[in-house]
T-cell receptor
Framework: AQSVTQLGSHVSVSEGALVLLRCNYS??????LFWYVQYPNQGLQLLLK??????LVKGINGFEAEFKKSETSFHLTKPSAHMSDAAEYFC???????????FGAGTILRVKS | GAVVSQHPSWVICKSGTSVKIECRSL??????MFWYRQFPKQSLMLMAT?????????EQGVEKDKFLINHASLTLSTLTVTSAHPEDSSFYIC????????????FGPGTRLLVL
């Protein structure tokens, strides 16, 4: 079965600092992995996805994530945090077409000025 | 591209009434739509998967007679909460997966339901 673990329910960084949100997955087959962002009272917006092509995936708003099979990780990073990045971030895994998304518990990112 | 809308964005209803929530894919055809429920400060819980023209597949523990799902066209799925009770109050989010780029789900903005 697929599962996702997000380490740290809350992460706080200063504006301009590196953002690192951790995600580890468990999958019996090569996974498709996703990062979504959710702003308060809104739906989820796709940041980026890994679908077995390049292991370093670039997404929107300056975010990127690297798929590391040996570590079963898909951590999300951004070199310089902006106040507008404050939101909740969800990592998700999908076995592939026709299979459901399994979400992590989410990480709330706080950006301090 | 890949825009999904939901209507209404929020609804307040009395206990015992039914509420219908619409999910539309605006610029693509969605062969599959998903319905999620999200409680405050929690992750999304998949309720059901609906495929156009066929019956929805419900996750374990989700009452199919209470949460009626219809996916009548490639751009519209509806979730009806029947005989709503206060414990049904939640944030309901739909997502849609298209016929191309099929592994990606695009999410609607969500519907906040409050049952009094």
């Amino acid at each position: 079965a697929q599962s996702v673990t997000q380490l740290g329910s809350h992460v706080s960084v200063s504006e301009g600092a590196l953002v690192l949100l951790r995600c580890n997955y468990s999958s019996s087959v090569p996974p498709y992995l996703f990062w979504y962002v959710q702003y308060p009272n809104q739906g989820l917006q796709l940041l980026l996805k890994y679908t077995s092509a390049a292991t370093l995936v670039k997404g929107i708003n300056g975010f990127e994530a690297e798929f590391k099979k040996s570590e079963t990780s898909f951590h999300l990073t951004k070199p310089s945090a902006h106040m507008s990045d404050a939101a909740e971030y969800f990592c998700a895994v999908n076995k592939g077409y026709g299979n459901k998304l399994v979400f992590g518990a989410g990480t709330i990112l706080r950006v301090k000025s | 591209g890949a825009v999904v809308s939901q209507h209404p964005s929020w609804v307040i209803c009395k206990s015992g009434t039914s509420v219908k929530i619409e999910c539309r894919s605006l610029d693509f055809q969605a062969t599959t739509m998903f319905w999620y429920r999200q409680f405050p400060k929690q992750s999304l819980m998949l309720m059901a998967t609906s495929n156009e023209g066929s019956k929805a597949t419900y996750e374990q523990g989700v009452e199919k007679d209470k949460f009626l799902i219809n996916h009548a066209s490639l751009t519209l799925s509806t979730l009806t909460v029947t005989s709503a009770h206060p414990e049904d109050s939640s944030f309901y989010i739909c997502s849609a997966r298209g016929t191309g780029g099929f592994e990606t789900q695009y999410f609607g903005p969500g519907t906040r339901l409050l049952v009094l």
